[in-house]
């Protein structure tokens, strides 16, 4: 299979530093990749670092990245000490980094969510096996439910081993807001996202719930993570995962959690949970890089 080299490491111009007591050299960077289009990231998630900073004792900072890839790669090198991954981030990053998942989001009181293959409700096309030789859009190669999990379902249920033959053309976007996007000013002929990505594009597009169809949905995936990396020190990792926990209680920072990921809670997570997707990751190796 043709092999998709992931970008490397990027960081958006973006840093915002938070109050707390320690010198600058001790603060802890929190990394974030925007899941849509969302230019002020970095001004919302503010109060977040703030109140880390608060709980911790310590500075706090939080760092927008250009794609999961690139927050994979910084906190590898020791730049990013707390990641928001997916779940493909986090099994890329513990394979390679040894990165320790401590906590996942939970979203309508569930701990995982699908995949969906989205096409224009004009398009003529009403299921898979009508995808063929079509352009697809997705958001990044490393997103569990724009890549990794549709190719996946392909090639468990309809015998597609190799995606970028299967379709005619294939693109990244960027974001899942750009990908249903794409689809929807018919620049694409499918867009495979997280479901169901289309109620975050209601204001802008305020028919794109009937102009967008979704024709098929994968199994589950994990929710997204709070991933820490192994060096960190152990009592440190407790405190971190004691004050994410502590959110839960507090209304103002589940709610900018559920602006940023649409995240209604923070629940404990284990290594195991992720093994679904360590498998498919096995399955299209090839196909996603860090390198």
């Given at each position: 299979?043709?092999?998709?080299?992931?970008?490397?490491?990027?960081?958006?111009?973006?840093?915002?530093?938070?109050?707390?007591?320690?010198?600058?050299?001790?603060?802890l960077?929190?990394?974030?990749?925007?899941?849509?289009?969302?230019?002020?990231?970095?001004?919302?998630?503010?109060?977040l670092?703030?109140?880390?900073?608060?709980?911790?004792?310590?500075?706090?900072?939080?760092?927008?990245?250009?794609?999961?890839?690139?927050?994979v790669?910084?906190?590898?090198?020791?730049?990013?000490?707390?990641?928001?991954?997916?779940?493909?981030?986090?099994?890329?990053?513990?394979?390679?980094?040894?990165?320790?998942?401590?906590?996942?989001?939970?979203?309508?009181?569930?701990?995982?969510?699908?995949?969906?293959?989205?096409?224009?409700?004009?398009?003529?096309?009403?299921?898979?096996?009508?995808?063929?030789?079509?352009?697809?859009?997705?958001?990044?190669?490393?997103?569990?439910?724009?890549?990794?999990?549709?190719?996946?379902?392909?090639?468990?249920?309809?015998g597609?081993?190799?995606?970028?033959?299967?379709?005619?053309?294939?693109?990244?976007?960027?974001?899942?807001d750009?990908?249903?996007?794409?689809?929807?000013?018919?620049?694409?002929?499918?867009?495979?996202?997280?479901?169901?990505?289309?109620?975050?594009?209601?204001?802008?597009?305020?028919?794109?719930?009937?102009?967008?169809?979704?024709?098929?949905?994968?199994?589950?995936?994990?929710?997204?993570?709070?991933?820490?990396?192994?060096?960190?020190?152990?009592?440190?990792?407790?405190?971190?995962?004691?004050?994410?926990?502590?959110?839960?209680?507090?209304?103002?920072?589940?709610?900018?959690?559920?602006?940023?990921?649409?995240?209604?809670?923070?629940?404990?997570?284990?290594?195991?949970?992720?093994?679904?997707?360590?498998?498919?990751?096995?399955?299209?190796?090839?196909d996603?890089?860090?390198?």
């Open positions: 299979m043709k092999k998709i080299l992931m970008m490397s490491v990027g960081v958006m111009a973006l840093s915002l530093a938070a109050c707390g007591n320690g010198d600058e050299e001790d603060a960077v929190m990394g974030f990749v925007p899941s849509s289009d969302s230019d002020n990231i970095a001004s919302t998630v503010e109060p670092a703030d109140e880390l900073s608060e709980i911790l004792g310590r500075p706090v900072e939080g760092s927008v990245m250009v794609n999961y890839s690139g927050l790669e910084a906190m590898g090198s020791g730049n990013v000490d707390i990641g928001f991954l997916p779940a493909l981030g986090y099994v890329q990053g513990e394979e390679r980094y040894g990165f320790e998942v401590i906590l996942k989001s939970e979203r309508n009181g569930e701990d995982s969510y699908r995949a969906q293959f989205v096409v224009h409700e004009e398009s003529g096309i009403d299921n898979i096996e009508d995808l063929e030789g079509k352009s697809w859009v997705y958001p990044d190669p490393a997103s569990p439910a724009g890549f990794l999990f549709p190719a996946t379902h392909l090639a468990e249920n309809y597609v081993e190799d995606v970028q033959s299967f379709f005619g053309e294939e693109f990244q976007a960027g974001s899942n750009g990908a249903l996007v794409s689809v929807y000013e018919g620049e694409a002929d499918v867009a495979t996202t997280f479901e169901d990505a289309r109620s975050v594009l209601t204001d802008d597009y305020p028919d794109i719930m009937d102009t967008l169809k979704v024709i098929e949905y994968t199994e589950a995936i994990p929710n997204d993570t709070i991933t820490l990396i192994e060096e960190l020190d152990e009592d440190l990792k407790a405190e971190i995962k004691e004050a994410f926990l502590s959110f839960n209680e507090n209304e103002e920072m589940i709610q900018i959690m559920n602006d940023v990921y649409r995240w209604d809670g923070i629940i404990e997570a284990d290594p195991s949970d992720y093994d679904i997707v360590r498998d498919a990751y096995n399955l299209f190796r090839d996603i890089s860090l390198d």
